[in-house]
């Protein structure tokens, strides 16, 4: 495995609250008995917002405002924290990851987005489990 | 604090009735929801019924007026008075904040006065409605019927969280147990407390210990240790940020294993009587014996942290010989492809040198 051209790997991170759907490269429902899913390898580089101060997205990489403001609505904002006691001040940076399939039905319960049923269940990254 | 009159206040009154029970429920929920620690809300909140009263107080003036002047309700206007005032006068933590008002978008607005409305967001066993009734009795027996012991779906939640409920309780009470436990009471087996932490410590931790870094040799390291292509000069490597950076984790991590290695050696020299036993390394025998982390290696004196914390001696030792493994593969042979960030002392400083590094 080559370094990315920019930006850097990270590994060694933990999902609590959702499973991760790798082939549509998307939140899921964790698996019964699962607490913490393994996540896969994640890009994450510095991108310029024209105004507004810089995020570091998910891999594909935001680049216009618009796009941001798009991404708000169709992925989760998960906070990524170094211990499984959520706090400030361990709290690294966020990520956008994907909340639903495409074409998905919409939620019987109108008001309830995908990102906000991720929200409601915790989900977050945690670079170690105890 | 809810009686009949109370919910014949305000017209029209069917209205009145759903919003109140909703927020009520809405309250009920996130008073339960504290007892999934960190995987409910990041910090515990003591909200209680005055949060509740205020929430009603305004929903009923604004009905109010709003009936007066003949304008629709500000579902808007009461989100952010309960999510963002009257709750969240409490709420400290950004993100907790924002899983709130998810509640609030969630459960006060216009659906609830849909006939057959669900709190729930899936069909399960029991489905938590707004009842349709007009006396207070009638809802409190609603209220009754309603599961004891509340499923975390209803949260939110995934089923796996009532898991994680009973383990952090569980947790809690072996935690409770071993405190209760008597120190001075010497076993069978003949070696005393001390003799067992002093082998343990000779035989098995300091062998174990990784070799110190000398920063003189770091410091040549880093002038030559290549980041991406294009960026410094030959020789001047290490004013690239992500050498800087590494150059600060390498200074933490010899900071942490020389007290360490300084605990350790002092634990021997205590107890064999060559220097004076102070509390402290009684405290770190105790520790070590215990398979507990030594307070003196997680924490500086201020009560800082000055390392990573771990429930067990042993997973703090692995997080240790973890740590210098990556650094020492990165400042001797080369950068590493993808980085294990739970190693650094300082994620957020890794993610701004990154930064620096991909807009030069």
């Known amino acids: 495995m080559n370094a990315p051209a920019e930006g850097v790997y990270v590994h060694g991170l933990y999902l609590e609250g959702a499973g991760w759907n790798k082939n549509e490269k998307r939140l899921e429902d964790s698996q019964p008995k699962e607490l913490y899913y393994q996540f896969p390898i994640l890009h994450v580089s510095a991108v310029s917002v024209a105004s507004g101060g810089d995020k570091p997205g998910q891999g594909g990489g935001n680049k216009a405002k618009a796009e941001l403001a798009n991404l708000e609505k169709i992925a989760y904002s998960c906070p990524v924290y170094v211990y499984p006691l959520r706090n400030d001040r361990y709290l690294i940076f966020r990520c956008y990851l994907k909340a639903e399939a495409a074409g998905a039905p919409q939620h019987p319960n109108k008001g309830l987005t995908a990102p906000m049923k991720w929200k409601l269940a915790g989900v977050s990254l945690l670079c170690c489990k105890d | ?360």
């Open chain 2, 1 to 360: 604090m809810v009686n009949q009159d109370f919910l014949e206040k305000v017209e029209p009154y069917d209205k009145w009735r759903s919003i109140v029970f909703a927020l009520c429920f809405m309250h009920s929920v996130i008073q339960e929801r504290k007892k999934f620690g960190p995987l409910g809300f990041c910090i515990p909140y003591a909200f209680n019924n005055s949060d509740l009263e205020a929430s009603l107080t305004y929903i009923e003036k604004h009905m109010t007026t709003s009936l007066n002047l003949n304008i629709p309700i500000s579902w808007k206007a009461i989100q952010y008075m309960v999510s963002d005032v009257q709750y969240g006068g409490k709420i400290t933590d950004g993100l907790d904040r924002e899983q709130f008002s998810c509640y609030t978008q969630f459960w006060i607005q216009e659906q609830i006065f849909a006939p057959n409305y669900c709190f729930n967001q899936l069909i399960t066993e029991f489905n938590y409605h707004i009842p349709d009734a007009q006396e207070h009795p009638r809802f409190m027996e609603y209220i009754n019927k309603m599961p004891a012991n509340d499923g975390p779906a209803i949260f939110g939640l995934h089923p796996n969280a009532d898991l994680s409920f009973r383990l952090l309780e569980s947790i809690a009470m072996i935690n409770v147990l071993l405190d209760t436990m008597p120190k001075d009471a010497g076993g069978g087996g003949g070696m005393s407390r001390e003799d067992i932490v002093k082998e343990k410590i000779e035989k098995e931790l300091l062998p174990m210990l990784p070799v110190d870094f000398i920063m003189i040799d770091v410091v040549e390291k880093l002038k030559n240790l290549r980041g991406p292509k294009g960026l410094g000069e030959s020789g001047k490597f290490d004013l690239i940020p992500l050498n800087i950076f590494l150059y600060q984790e390498l200074q933490r991590f010899q900071s942490v294993l020389t007290i360490v290695r300084r605990t350790m050696v002092d634990m021997i020299d205590a107890i064999d009587g060559s220097i004076i036993m102070t509390p402290e390394i009684v405290d770190s025998i105790n520790m070590v014996f215990d398979f507990r982390v030594p307070r003196k290696w997680q924490y500086d004196p201020t009560g800082a942290e000055i390392s990573w914390l771990t429930a067990s001696l042993a997973g703090w030792l692995k997080g240790l010989l973890d740590r210098h493994f990556q650094l020492s593969n990165w400042i001797f042979k080369e950068r590493p492809p993808s980085f294990w960030m739970t190693g650094f002392f300082n994620p957020q400083g890794f993610l701004t040198s990154m930064k620096q590094e991909v807009t030069r």
